[in-house]
């Protein structure tokens, strides 16, 4: 999207990202995926090359969500029997 259709887009209230539920629920996430991988390598007294490429892998996705929740621009919805808004609680963009 170009700085010309940008500007001709109502403004949306921002947060910050410390506020959303997504931010947190992926760092506390991966902290808790880390944390046994670093405890059992303190407790071995060995950290492996596998041990890295796992904290690696977890840090990358976890920067992947909060990225990804950065950048949305659109409303999601949940099925009719989770909580959260559901389908039709926006309108219908096939009108």
Do not use: C, H
Not at 38 to 53: L, M
């Amino acid at each position: 999207m170009d700085s010309t259709q940008q500007s001709n887009l109502p403004k949306k209230a921002a947060k910050s990202i410390f506020q959303s539920k997504t931010f947190w629920g992926a760092t506390l996430t991966a902290v808790a995926a880390i944390a046994p991988i670093i405890g059992e390598a303190v407790e071995a007294k060995k950290f492996t090359v596998n041990d890295t490429v796992k904290i690696v892998v977890l840090l990358a996705t976890t920067g992947a969500t909060v990225v990804g929740r950065v950048q949305a621009e659109t409303e999601v919805y949940t099925p009719n029997w989770a909580p959260g808004p559901n389908e039709s609680d926006f309108e219908s963009t096939n009108s």
